[in-house]
């Protein structure tokens, strides 16, 4: 088994050389709980090991020790995929129901069976949704322009299901499934190389298979699991870029007489990473974010600077005496050529089968109304896509029509305000008292799991500003990446469901809580972190209840989404079985 401490790297991305005295105000910072860095060896700051399980679980097994080595080499993948089995199972079982066009998928569904048609989307007539259930062969695909207000990039994605299984409900659902079942494995193996342990990134990955709203969205043709299976793949290539760039600093650095690795200014300031494919693919994954919808803009700049910051770390850790000087003149612009025209190239380029075609809507604008501007020296393609732009935005910003399940973003933590994608109520139903049964598809995180997430991301935004965790900065950066922006457009038009883009951070924030609440194995140098030391005889025994009560949680919030099932999938159940689900009386 895997240790479940999250090893604190305390000071990894600090520049004090060791040894040197805590200043002013480090030692106010004391009374927050900052504790000071332990004297962790260079190259450990810089590439942190990964945790090696002990033995103790394989001797209570009886399993053999060269077993026991062959099935830890083989959990770094092996656990990842099993949890991401289960997530697919859960997520691909009876994906066909409801057999009905649910929410927004009356949008999404059919432009993107246009899309993929004849490359532009089609202005649809109404009510045609039952015919599209009922016979979609029989349904024309329009070929009057229809006006849009989301780039095509998702649309292109739930398409290609469409393709492969029919314009069906199982067909334009599928490809959403897989991205919420693949982000699962994504999570698992960035949250591996987050804490440097496999079960704790097992255990984030399973947190995110059993959250009602990642659940749902993974269930439905809608666009903001697209977005966040984007967003979450920049994240996981800019956390590998960042160990590869900090092994690359690493190997650079002199050694001294008894092999022991010493900081170099001279090399820290001056060495070049050199080539970085793998921030050059955070830059194509977060313009195919952006390119689905606009909010993945914030994301890009807000990855942007964590990465630049990441940089300014790793050279102060390895010497450098002016880290910020460095990374301005050795790694800044490499970093904004290899994310912001990288996404604005895979945005554009996204539009391509718009700009192919002679029939979408205002394809032809420049040729037109724009005629005798003076941008006419630009291609009328691209101007004609500027307009089509400016269009779309005012729309997003003038967006203020009220909605029964709309809700302000500072009460999608708590679950305020949860979305009703699709509720049918049945008479007859002998099961209940008020002969009643009710089916619905509820948009709900896990609610012990969102709950547990308010107290969590207190712990991580602690955690990063007193004992410099660059692991919680990362945390924070995502879940304000995806929920802060809203707070600046809260007149707008805005659903709990784009909180779906930083769940997967939320999760990250639960299992790092969970992580000290199990607290550091024995022997680790995290053991400092709690007060413990290799002498602690109370040591065994906190790690033993902590494990008990982290257990006892995530046991709750399995048995969380077990109950609330039936909403998640639009199962019929007795209406007082219902109403017991409706925790809150904002859920109705």
Request: glycine share 10%; aromatic share 14%; net charge positive.
């Amino acid at each position: 088994m895997t240790s479940t401490a999250p090893e604190t790297q305390r000071g990894q991305d600090a520049g004090d050389p060791l040894g040197e005295q805590p200043t002013s105000w480090q030692r106010r910072l004391r009374r927050f709980g900052h504790v000071p860095r332990p004297e962790t060896p260079l190259r450990d700051r810089l590439d942190p090991p990964y945790t090696r399980p002990g033995r103790q679980v394989w001797s209570v097994l009886a399993v053999p020790p060269h077993v026991a080595d062959r099935l830890v080499r083989w959990s770094g993948w092996g656990g990842p995929l099993l949890v991401t089995l289960v997530a697919g199972l859960l997520r691909f079982w009876r994906l066909d129901q409801p057999k009905a066009v649910i929410f927004d998928e009356t949008y999404y569904a059919k432009d993107a069976w246009a899309l993929v048609n004849q490359g532009y989307e089609g202005s649809w007539p109404k009510d045609v949704d039952k015919l599209i259930l009922k016979d979609p062969s029989s349904v024309p695909i329009p070929t009057d322009p229809g006006y849009v207000v989301h780039p095509p990039v998702g649309k292109w994605i739930i398409g290609f299901g469409e393709q492969l299984f029919g314009f069906t409900p199982f067909g334009w659902r599928f490809m959403v499934a897989v991205l919420g079942t693949i982000s699962v494995l994504l999570l698992c193996r960035i949250g591996r190389r987050l804490f440097r342990s496999t079960f704790l990134g097992c255990l984030a990955g399973l947190l995110l298979a059993v959250d009602g709203l990642h659940f749902v969205m993974s269930r439905t043709a809608l666009l903001d699991l697209i977005v966040m299976f984007f967003v979450l793949a920049a994240f996981g290539c800019l956390v590998v870029d960042r160990d590869r760039s900090r092994r690359r600093l690493a190997d650079a650095l002199p050694v001294d007489e008894e092999g022991v690795l010493r900081p170099d200014a001279r090399i820290a300031e001056t060495l070049r990473l050199g080539w970085r494919p793998w921030r050059l693919g955070a830059g194509v994954m977060l313009g195919l974010a952006f390119a689905t919808k606009w909010n993945g803009l914030y994301v890009l700049a807000a990855f942007g600077l964590m990465t630049v910051l990441w940089d300014v770390g790793a050279r102060r850790t390895a010497g450098a005496a002016r880290p910020y000087m460095a990374v301005l003149r050795r790694d800044l612009t490499p970093a904004f050529l290899s994310t912001v025209p990288v996404a604005i190239v895979t945005y554009i380029v996204s539009w391509t089968g718009w700009i192919v075609t002679d029939k979408g809507y205002y394809r032809n604008w420049a040729a037109t109304e724009g005629k005798g501007s003076s941008w006419g020296w630009l291609p009328d393609w691209l101007r004609s896509l500027w307009h089509y732009e400016n269009q779309v935005y005012d729309f997003h910003v003038g967006l203020t029509s009220g909605h029964t399940y709309e809700s302000n973003p500072w009460s999608w933590l708590v679950l305020g305000r949860p979305v009703s994608y699709f509720y049918e109520e049945q008479t007859g139903c002998k099961e209940s008292s008020t002969g009643k049964c009710a089916a619905e598809v509820l948009a709900i995180g896990t609610p012990l799991l969102w709950w547990l997430a308010c107290f969590a991301l207190a712990y991580v935004v602690w955690r990063w500003l007193f004992r410099r965790d660059w692991r919680a900065g990362a945390i924070a950066c995502g879940v304000a990446a995806g929920w802060v922006p809203w707070f600046f457009y809260q007149e707008r038009t805005i659903f709990l469901f784009y909180a779906v883009v930083f769940v997967p951070f939320l999760c990250l924030a639960v299992t790092m809580l969970l992580g000290a609440i199990v607290g550091p194995a024995a022997g680790t140098g995290a053991r400092a972190d709690l007060g413990l030391t290799s002498k602690d005889p109370t040591g065994e025994r906190r790690r033993t209840l902590g494990a008990i009560a982290a257990g006892v949680l995530v046991l709750l919030i399995i048995w969380n989404f077990i109950y609330f099932w039936p909403l998640y999938t639009g199962t019929s159940i007795p209406e007082d079985l219902w109403r017991d689900r409706m925790w809150l009386d904002t859920w109705v």
